[in-house]
């Protein structure tokens, strides 16, 4: 292991302290921020609900086609492939 020096606030300093293992604590967070980064699709798809104003995304088009506001329950128009 190597070791990093962290600074924090008074609040964050409290919090810390009540962690059993605080370093394995940041370490699995860390880890899980990366999971996330490597499971995050690098193409996202669109529906859009007019009477709402809800965009919604999701990384597979069919999903989206013919997609029904979970507010509403009106047929979305499909947008197709969002620009990030």
Known sequence: MRQK??????TSFELAGK???FSAWVRRK???DQVRVVDTPSVL???YCEVCDITYQNPHA???EGFE???CAQ??????????
Do not use: H, R, S, V
């Not at 020096?5 to 008074?10: G, R, V």
């Not at 047929?75 to 990030?84: P, V, W, Y």
């Open 5 to 10: 020096l962290i600074t924090l606030c008074p």
């Open 19 to 21: 962690k059993a293992n």
């Open 30 to 32: 860390l880890l899980e």
């Open 45 to 47: 798809f669109g529906a």
């Open 62 to 64: 069919w999903k989206m």
């Open 69 to 71: 506001c979970t507010t």
């Open 75 to 84: 047929f979305c128009e499909f947008l197709g492939e969002l620009i990030q």
